[in-house]
Structures are given as structure tokens and as C-alpha cells.
């Protein structure tokens, strides 16, 4: 008997019998075939979870009507018949794992870009917005346009059922058209399709009984926000309300949060390192208690502890997860092979949607399979054995011993310090950067249970490296923090942000820190939530410029830095928000604190007890020239290289070993 014998029992699902409660939320790829269609890549990242033993895969953000949905520069417009064969392939291939196939019917409505509409037309909604010039911005649907919508989720609902998908999953929240209709937001229409709640929900129930009408041997999801979290969004009460109002024409519904109106609701719509696993399981709870259809929770969630949990209370029937079959597909699997300590937990850090954003790929921090899914499915093991020698313990050097050992090479990791993790030890001391602490542990435990020699303690030299018998060396020795030439340094109030927790290091009341990158920013925050009084100089106008705008957003609001409704639940109530002091250079550091160039050119002195320095990192590059001489193949990697972020080291540690056939 398993721990787990609710998440891993089958379950009955109008005609379909699931094989377990672990379903793949819909995500999305915003680099498509050309044509619109599902690539070989495409279907190599959907085929990853199926593979991997979720009972449901679904495909995210398709285009339920193709002449006004798109608000992707590259997405599948299901109502197209030229979509329908690699629609099929996609299927077939999630069907060979036992999987059901399922795909997300999307619209942009107003929100849609017109560079990506055809003929460049104006967005649709369901009223006219016009711009502070008097400029039509959004369309208001009229009834042919409406019914010209019905009848594209009409053809699509009949060409996925052609394809073979099992599920239609119809996107009625995050406020994209549908739930532009449910919502009075952005509905403020005075005819039948607005005013009362009936009223709202008339239009999508006319698409609901159109897809039905199109593909009725097909269950008909819904994906609806149980609370749009906003001002004049509405809230859990009237968003059970509406699911009674829905419940006749599905057979389940998946109960998310939030609404693109406002970009701070994004911490609860897509949560963040910041807020705790399964913040929105009580939206799906309160809908699972007023409907009798099946009801999915989710959003942040991974454990499968807190899984069992859920349903042992009957706070929802299945389990829905997006960036955590990201950042380890093979979760059902391991849940169901008992290898729960193995799971490679997301850590919620927005990479993927921010790669999306940038360049239209996906990638992950902790996956670097994840955007070279197809090339990795054909990849055989080495062609010839080598023997490694890994200098770093750090994630880029684990990655790299962990690969090389997949690959059938001999490898051992060579460690200066008594620990691994390199730059990630920091994360254990900070509440939020937990995940981020699991991933360490985890790449540590996958040595372990690899039985990749690790020798700690151990201070590499050239000469060490050539007393060595083996034909490569990995470097990943990784990086220093910069310490600045100012008057000042060193000082009695002078610490190095990453000697804050060593032993016998002291913090004083009031805090000034000398850099807001992102690991300023996330020193102020955990000393501001343990009762400091924090101020961060940063000489740039944005503090953690170098992450992602969906992950700055996030710490922010975690900050205080918003004042908004929706974030400040998880602000601690006594916490003082750091003072932001940007476009401001530090000159000095005095026994008071700092004193700083403001940008009207004026010094000020800002108060400290203690001053922390994190004004980055630089790179070992006199130890990397030295190693490089060594006699063997020499590959350097991560921040000894150039000094970024945890995902740039596991990949360039997965690639370095990947290079080696």
C-alpha cells in the first residue's frame, strides 16, 4: 500500500477512466511549426509528460477562432483543417503512454495584439474601448461577430474531435474573452450578454453548447478563475455562482485565480517563490462544494504530501500541474515508483515564461532538457567512455557530473569547500528561496544515488589535475563577490552579502545594503521580514534588473513595494518595506553608514548599524587560466566563465557533458 493512495488511484471521468489524480495542466509554446501547426519539437515537449505518467495531458493555447483570437506572435488556430494532421500526431503520441489528450480552447479578445490579428484588424470584446484620444481600441462584439466566434469554437471542437483529443478544454478566466464576458470588469454591455450574472454567462454558454454540437463524443473542461483578485474583478462568491450557472454544459472543471487586468494578480494566476504551495486550493474547494461535476485545483503545486492531502479532504478530485511537469516531467512516475525524494521540485522563478517572453522558447532553471526535448529523446549515450574530472560542486558542476554519469562516462566532482551547492548554499537560511535549497539537495542526492565520486575539501591545482588519470576536465569553480575599492573597506559595519550567515557574523537594526541585483534585493527582503530596517543603494534606476519582470514584479509586491489587495495577504503585516534608493552610487562607508551620490548630483549620508555589500560577483578567471593549462581536454563552465544565474549554469553543465561522445 502506498502513502499515496488517493493521487495514485483511478478515477472515473465521464467515459474515460484515469489511471491516476495527476493531470498536466495546459502550457504553452509560443514557437509553433511554421503554418500553425504542432512540430516534431512541439510534440517532444508534450510527449515528455505523457511519458512520464500524468492521466491527462493538456496541450495550452491553442486559437479557438482564428481571424480574432491569436495574441501570440505563433499559435495553432484549431478551427484550421491544416491544423488537424500534426493535431494528430500529437495525440497519438499522448495516447502510447496511457494518457488522455486534452487542448486548451483560447481567444485573446481584447487583449490581443493587432500585429498578430490577420489583416491587422482591431481586437474583440464585449464592448468598445477607446483610448484617452477618442481612438477605437477593442471592438464590441455584435451578433454576427459573435455568432462568427461560436462558430469558429464550433469547427475547432469538430476538428480536435477528428484528431482524436479525448478532452476540449474551454479558457474561461484569466481574463481572456470568455471571461471578459463572465466578469462586469470588462463586461458593461446593457443588452442580454450584460448586466445581470445570467446575462453574462449566456454567451459562453451558447460556445459551450457549440462545442458539444461539434465534438459531442468529447468531455468539455472548463478552466475559469474561482476569484478575479481585483478590484471590481469578481470574487470567490460570484465565481461559484457562475460555475453553478456552467455546471449543465461540462463534465469538469479546472478552478485557477486572477486576471490579466491586473499584472500584480499574476502572483496568485501563476504563483510565485513568494507565496505558499497551493495558494488557490481554497478557490477550487468552495467550487467543488457548490457543483457536483469534478472539480481540479491548481497552482503551486508539487508535493505530493500536500496532493494526498487535498483529496483526502475533499478539496478538489484531480490535481493539476503546469511548471512543476516542467521542471520534472517524471513526477507522476516517481509518486507511483515510491521515489518522492527524487523529484525535481520547480522553483517557481518565472524562467520559462520569461524565455517565452524574450525569445519565444522555453527553458527551465532546473531542466535543461526543457527546449531541446526532441534532440534529447534521440540522444544516445556516449559513443565513447570518458573519464571526467568535475572541479566545482556548485549547480553547473553537479549538472555536469550528473549528465556525464547518465552518459556512461567515469566521473568524480572535486569540491574546495566541506559542502556542495556552491552560490545555492545561501538558499537554506531564506524562507522563500526554499526551493531553490531542495534543488541543491536534490542534484547532491542524485550524485549519491548515481554513486558519483565526490571529494570534498579538495583544492585543485594544475599540477593536481595533471597527476589525474582521465581525458577531460569540467571547471566550474565559479566566482567571487566583488568587493569594491572605497574608502571604508574593510570596517568594523562592513559584511560581504555572502558572509551574511556565517557564524558569528552580526547584523545590526538598520541596514544599508550596496546593490539591489537580485540577490540584494532578496537580502533586503529577508532581513526586513526578521526585523531590520533596510535600505538598498542601486546605482541602476531598477533594483533586480537582471530577472525576469514576472519574478521582480513578484518580489516586489513580496517587498511591500505595491500596495495592492491581492499581494498584501502575504506581505507580513509588521514588516517595514525597504527604502529604495536608485541611480544612486555609494562614495564612502563611516562608522553612521554610507554615504552616497543621489542623482542630483548631492551626497547623502544613509544611516546604517551594519552595510552589506552585494554588488555581484566576478568570475575566477585567474584560477580558470591557471587550471586551463593543465595537459587535458579542458571545458570551463558558469560563473568561472561569465557570472549569471542558476539556469545558465545547469545548462551550460548539461552541455558540457552532452558534448563529450
Given at each position: ?64 477562432h ?6 501570440h506572435?505563433?499559435m ?5 483543417p ?41 481586437p ?46 474551454i ?31 449566456r ?16 468531455l ?27 455546471e449543465?454544459?461540462v ?7 486572477g ?56 478539496q ?10 516542467v ?23 518565472f524562467?520559462c ?10 527553458i ?10 526532441y ?21 553547473g558542476?553537479m ?9 556512461g562516462?567515469?566521473?568524480?566532482l ?33 550524485l ?25 576536465v ?25 558572509a551574511?550567515f ?35 543603494i542601486e ?9 525576469t ?37 555609494c562614495?564612502?562607508?563611516t ?71
Amino acid at each position: 500500500m502506498s502513502k499515496y493512495d488517493l493521487l495514485l488511484s483511478p478515477f472515473k471521468l465521464g467515459n474515460l477512466t484515469l489511471k491516476n489524480r495527476m493531470v498536466s495542466a495546459p502550457t504553452s509554446l509560443a514557437e509553433m511549426g511554421p503554418g500553425g501547426v504542432f512540430s516534431p519539437e512541439n510534440i517532444a515537449y508534450y510527449e515528455l509528460r505523457a511519458k512520464g505518467g500524468a492521466a491527462i495531458v493538456n496541450v495550452g493555447e491553442a486559437v479557438a477562432h482564428g481571424a480574432t483570437g491569436p495574441d501570440h506572435p505563433s499559435m495553432v488556430t484549431l478551427d484550421n483543417p491544416s491544423a488537424v494532421p500534426s493535431m494528430y500526431d500529437l495525440v497519438s503520441t499522448i495516447h502510447k503512454y496511457g494518457a488522455y489528450a486534452s487542448i486548451e480552447f483560447g481567444h485573446g479578445g481584447k487583449r490581443c495584439n493587432p500585429l498578430f490579428l490577420p489583416g491587422h484588424v482591431l481586437p474583440i470584446g464585449p464592448c468598445d474601448i477607446f483610448d484617452d484620444q477618442g481612438n477605437q481600441t477593442v471592438r464590441g462584439m455584435d451578433r454576427k461577430l459573435m455568432d462568427d466566434v461560436i462558430g469558429g469554437y464550433r469547427r475547432s471542437a469538430a476538428n480536435c474531435a477528428a484528431a482524436g483529443f479525448d478532452i476540449l478544454t474551454i479558457h474561461c478566466g484569466h481574463g481572456w474573452l470568455l471571461g471578459q464576458f463572465l466578469s462586469e470588469l470588462s463586461n458593461h454591455r446593457t443588452d442580454e450578454y450584460g448586466g445581470s450574472r445570467e446575462n453574462r454567462c449566456r454567451f459562453v454558454i451558447e460556445v459551450l453548447k457549440a462545442v458539444r454540437q461539434g465534438a459531442p463524443k468529447c468531455l468539455v473542461e472548463i478552466r475559469i478563475s474561482g476569484s478575479e483578485l481585483t478590484k471590481n474583478g469578481y470574487d470567490l462568491n460570484e465565481g461559484v455562482e457562475i460555475c453553478k450557472l456552467l455546471e449543465p454544459y461540462v463534465d469538469l472543471f479546472n478552478v485557477s485565480a486572477g486576471v490579466m487586468e491586473d499584472l500584480y494578480t499574476w502572483i496568485l494566476m501563476h504563483p510565485s517563490m513568494f507565496v505558499p504551495d497551493g495558494v488557490n486550493v481554497y478557490l477550487a474547494e468552495a467550487v467543488k462544494k457548490a457543483v457536483s461535476k469534478p472539480v481540479s485545483c491548481v497552482g503551486a503545486i508539487g508535493d505530493p504530501d500536500q496532493m494526498e492531502s487535498i483529496l483526502e479532504n475533499g478539496q478538489a478530485d484531480l490535481i493539476a500541474m503546469g511548471r512543476a511537469l516542467v521542471a520534472d516531467p517524471d513526477l507522476p512516475n516517481k509518486v507511483r515508483d515510491g521515489r518522492t525524494d527524487e523529484i525535481r521540485r520547480c522553483l517557481r522563478c518565472f524562467t520559462c515564461q520569461g524565455q517565452m517572453m524574450k525569445t519565444r522558447n522555453i527553458i527551465c532553471a532546473v531542466n535543461p532538457v526543457i527546449g531541446q526535448e526532441y534532440d534529447a529523446k534521440y540522444r544516445l549515450p556516449a559513443a565513447h567512455k570518458h573519464k571526467v574530472a568535475v572541479v566545482g560542486g556548485g549547480p553547473g558542476g553537479m549538472q555536469a557530473a550528473i549528465t556525464c554519469c547518465e552518459r556512461g562516462h567515469e566521473v568524480t566532482l572535486y569540491e574546495a569547500t566541506d559542502s556542495l551547492g556552491g552560490a545555492l548554499k545561501f538558499a537554506e537560511h531564506e524562507d522563500f528561496k526554499n526551493l531553490l535549497d531542495k534543488f541543491a539537495k536534490w542534484q547532491a542526492h542524485q550524485l549519491e544515488l548515481k554513486h558519483v565520486p565526490v571529494k570534498l575539501n579538495t583544492t585543485v591545482t594544475k599540477e593536481f589535475l595533471d597527476s589525474l588519470d582521465v581525458d577531460t576536465v569540467i571547471c566550474a569553480v565559479g566566482s567571487n563577490p566583488i568587493t569594491p575599492d572605497m574608502f571604508g573597506i574593510p570596517g568594523d559595519n562592513y559584511v560581504l552579502g555572502t558572509a551574511l550567515f556565517d557564524e558569528g557574523v552580526t547584523v545590526g537594526k538598520k541596514v544599508v545594503i550596496m546593490g539591489g541585483g537580485l540577490v540584494g534585493c532578496e537580502t533586503a527582503l529577508h532581513l526586513a521580514e526578521t526585523g531590520h530596517e533596510v535600505t538598498i543603494i542601486e546605482m541602476a534606476p531598477e533594483i533586480a534588473a537582471e530577472t525576469t519582470a514576472a519574478h521582480r514584479r513578484a518580489l516586489k509586491v513580496r517587498m511591500g513595494l505595491y500596495p495592492q489587495e491581492a499581494g498584501q495577504q502575504y506581505v507580513h503585516a509588521d514588516v517595514i518595506p525597504p527604502v529604495l534608493a536608485t541611480s544612486t552610487k555609494c562614495k564612502e562607508i563611516t562608522p553612521e553608514g554610507v554615504i552616497a551620490v543621489t542623482p542630483d548630483g548631492t551626497e547623502q549620508l544613509f544611516a546604517a548599524d551594519t552595510v552589506i555589500c552585494a554588488l555581484g560577483l566576478r568570475s575566477k578567471s585567474a584560477l580558470v587560466d591557471e587550471l586551463r593549462k593543465t595537459k587535458h581536454n579542458f571545458i570551463p563552465i558558469g560563473d568561472c566563465v561569465r557570472t549569471q544565474q542558476v539556469t545558465q549554469a545547469v545548462r551550460a553543465g548539461y552541455d558540457a557533458a552532452v558534448s563529450l561522445d
